[in-house]
Nanobody, 126 residues
Framework: QVQLVESGGGSVQSGGSLRLSCAAP????????MAWFRQAPGKEREGVAS???????MYADSVKGRFTISQDKAKNTLYLQMNSLKPEDTAIYFC????????????????????WGRGTQVTVSS
């Protein structure tokens, strides 16, 4: 099991930016696909962005052009740069890791991921 620890959440005004980090000391980039999910109050958890072991990325339509997923392989850290934030981006954001063979076909489905962080809160005010 992989330990994942998110950080970087906070409160910002609409139009602002935040960068989330996910420390993943047990992750080898050749063995895992990584992703960010979020869960807003009263809603189901949804996939936001993913990156596979080859560096290919995928984004939810709602965040395309505003969010960027990246990873620092030397630091075993996953990032989510969030720009032009909107109130509807308010949610708890989770980092997840999964085997590439499970996530390949639908990288933004949560059932492909086995390891999860505890989440970090992002609040965007209008």
């Amino acid at each position: 099991q992989v330990q994942l620890v998110e950080s970087g959440g906070g409160s910002v005004q609409s139009g602002g930016s935040l960068r989330l980090s996910c420390a993943a000391p047990g992750v080898s980039d050749s063995l895992y696909a990584m992703a960010w999910f979020r869960q807003a109050p009263g809603k189901e958890r949804e996939g936001v962005a993913s990156i596979d072991s080859d560096g290919l990325t995928m984004y939810a339509d709602s965040v395309k052009g505003r969010f960027t997923i990246s990873q620092d392989k030397a630091k075993n850290t996953l990032y989510l740069q969030m720009n032009s934030l909107k109130p509807e981006d308010t949610a708890i954001y989770f980092c997840a890791a999964g085997a590439p063979w499970k996530t390949r076909l639908q990288p933004l489905r949560e059932d492909g991921y086995d390891d999860w962080g505890r989440g970090t809160q992002v609040t965007v005010s209008s």
